[in-house]
């Protein structure tokens, strides 16, 4: 079975850049996997962030960037802030009708 | 503006079964495919089901597969997830989702809590 990867954490300092990934144990990512990422802060509900790899949600600010990086979908932050922090989720379509999330990636700011 | 909004959660026991409803507004819900997933309690997000605009298909994870069921009422803009035989690892968080071109899902609403427990 299909498993979609991502980093369970991942810290940054304020004002740097990280990247978030986002992977397949079987078979690499491509744009045909639709990429896009949600993300939910505590206690609140999931929202988009991105979509088609790379398309923004609206009023998401352009230091939000997604590509596919080698074989996985990556979600690039610049100038990161504290309340970026968030949990990350990404979710790929797997061409059979069916979608599947990664596990999250908690993003830190420290 | 579109919303979604998510009801019909509570507690039910194992083997039992529950239907929660998603009420739709703001948009042509007719046209529009619509989704379900869920949170477990301290866990990721997992997709659950998914409605073609046209009603047409439907596809599950294979977790759900055999026992839920999703389905709509256009009539009264309201998606519905049928959920039989459930189970301790149901207990979740339940959100829908509007279907968007391009083979992604945006949810609104704040979901509806399920739990399954004796």
């Known amino acids: 079975q299909t498993v979609v990867t991502q980093e369970p954490s991942i810290s940054v300092s304020p004002g740097g850049t990280v990247t978030l990934t986002c992977g397949l144990t079987?078979?690499?990512?491509?744009?045909?996997?639709?990429p896009a990422w949600f993300r939910q802060t505590a206690g609140q509900a999931p929202r988009t962030l991105m979509y088609t790899t790379n398309t923004r949600s609206y009023g998401v600010p352009d230091r939000f960037s997604g590509s596919i990086l080698g074989n996985r979908a990556a979600l690039t932050i610049t100038g990161a802030q504290a309340d970026d922090e968030s949990d990350y989720y990404c979710?790929?379509?797997?061409?059979?009708?069916?979608?599947?999330f990664g596990g999250g990636t908690t993003l830190t700011v420290l | 503006q579109v919303q979604l909004i998510e009801s019909g959660g509570g507690v039910v026991q194992p083997g039992g079964s529950l239907r929660l409803s998603c009420a739709a507004s703001?948009?042509?819900?007719?046209?529009?495919?619509m989704h379900w997933f869920r949170q477990a309690p301290g866990k990721g997000l997992e997709w659950v089901a998914v409605m073609w605009h046209d009603g047409s298909q439907q596809f599950y994870a294979d977790s759900v597969r055999g026992r839920f069921t999703i389905s709509r009422d256009i009539s009264k803009n309201t998606l519905y997830l049928q959920m039989n035989s459930l189970r301790a690892e149901d207990t979740a968080v339940y959100y829908c989702a509007r279907a968007e071109p391009g083979h992604w899902f945006d949810p609104r609403g704040q979901g509806t809590l399920v739990t399954v427990s004796s």
């Open positions: 703001g948009f042509t819900f007719s046209i529009f495919g």
């Open positions: 979710v790929l379509y797997m061409g059979d009708g069916t979608w599947v």
């Open positions: 079987f078979g690499s990512v491509s744009a045909r996997s639709y």
